[in-house]
């Protein structure tokens, strides 16, 4: 497949602001403006093209292990979450092998240079990267970047000047100074966006398959983290499609597509308040609409990735063929048959997984209440019985 992957991380890097959105009330485009103070300062340090590519990369996804808080619990102490979110993000980091030296950049994103951050680094023990990252995450944290007069500015850089040798080296402190001077710092949402699009250095290349499979189990693991009770969801569906495009005899980039749609389709839960995802009673009429929505937001992002059908082979998977479904509301003749295909996995797989509210089902059980829907005009029947041909041989 061929991508901008960088261009795939800014989409992401919305649902991953709303994630922090949500545990640390951060302004939002708190990805973007991280990236963008570490692409100036990587320019002031001469890094050449790709260096400044894994530099964004690492940016855009330096909190990407944020979702562990909700298997750690509100209890978690500060310092032991910094590490714990901080470990899991390098994990998860580890899956883009076409990162070329990044090693601990996220693990030590959180360090400070006299040894008192969460891991007790000194200077000599923390990549560059990992401290550029650092000093962008602690000024978007504390100082609203979108509305700062120049007075006020100063106040950053007198901070800055006092924690010298403390929290920030020398040399990382000396460039933000140099680079980061007060009009460039101030600056729009939207010329934040084209900022970044415009001088990311990356451009679109063919991944190999495994490259994207490394992709697709980056992203699914971060979506699923968000909830506990589906941290296997997304792959799921991602494996099950994948099986039925081998059983429809579909090529091996269309089997790609369909792995990375089953993946992705539930990007937009990253945008759900987590009182709502994991409230342990029933949803009210309310909360169950607001629920809905996550299947617009997943529209949303994969939109702004441009990856084309993939967009609606993911984000329709709640649509049903009678127009009764959501977001849009789409009817049989809207629907294309991958579409259609996609509802059908989603389907089987949270039918045939633990929920808190249900014991997984057996592969009968769930196509005996798939074909009820068939029945109703809700989902494809043609669809429901060769799922079951497929997934009752291996069931």
Request: charged share 25%.
């Amino acid at each position: 497949m061929k991508l901008c992957f960088n261009h795939l991380l800014l989409a992401f890097s919305y649902a991953l602001d709303c994630v922090e959105k949500d545990y640390f009330k951060t302004t939002s485009y708190h990805g973007k403006r991280v990236s963008y103070i570490c692409l100036l300062l990587g320019e002031h340090f001469a890094l050449n093209n790709q260096q400044l590519s894994d530099l964004v990369g690492c940016a855009i996804l330096h909190d990407n292990g944020l979702t562990e808080y909700y298997k750690q619990g509100d209890n978690t102490q500060e310092a032991e979450f910094l590490k714990i979110h901080c470990e899991v993000g390098e994990e998860n980091i580890d899956y883009i092998p076409f990162f070329e030296d990044v090693h601990n950049v996220i693990l030590y994103h959180h360090e400070a240079v006299d040894g008192s951050g969460p891991f007790h680094k000194m200077i000599d023990e923390i990549p560059l990267y990992a401290q550029l990252i650092h000093i962008a995450d602690w000024i978007d944290v504390n100082y609203n970047l979108q509305d700062m007069s120049e007075k006020e500015y100063q106040n950053i850089l007198l901070e800055l000047h006092k924690l010298r040798n403390k929290e920030f080296s020398d040399k990382v402190v000396d460039a933000y100074l140099a680079a980061l001077t007060y009009d460039k710092i101030i600056i729009n949402n939207d010329q934040l966006e084209n900022y970044l699009r415009e001088n990311i250095h990356n451009i679109y290349q063919d991944f190999t398959d495994s490259q994207m499979l490394a992709i697709c189990q980056l992203f699914a693991r971060i979506i699923d983290s968000k909830s506990p009770h589906t941290r296997t969801h997304s792959i799921g569906v991602a494996s099950k499609a994948s099986y039925m495009a081998l059983y429809y005899e579909y090529d091996e980039e269309m089997m790609l597509k369909l792995f990375f749609a089953g993946a992705m389709h539930d990007v937009g839960k990253l945008v759900i308040d987590r009182d709502v995802l994991e409230k342990p009673a029933q949803l009210t009429d309310s909360e169950y609409t607001y629920m809905q929505t996550h299947a617009y937001y997943s529209y949303k992002i994969l939109s702004d990735m441009q990856l084309g059908e993939i967009v609606h082979w993911a984000s329709y998977h709640h649509e049903k063929l009678d127009g009764s479904g959501y977001p849009f509301g789409k009817k049989a003749e809207e629907l294309d048959f991958i579409d259609r295909l996609m509802a059908c996995c989603d389907i089987y797989q949270a039918l045939t997984e633990d929920r808190p509210y249900k014991d997984a089902m057996s592969h009968e059980k769930s196509i005996e209440i798939m074909r009820s829907m068939a029945v109703g005009n809700k989902i494809d029947s043609q669809i429901v019985e060769d799922m079951n041909k497929v997934f009752g041989k291996t069931s």
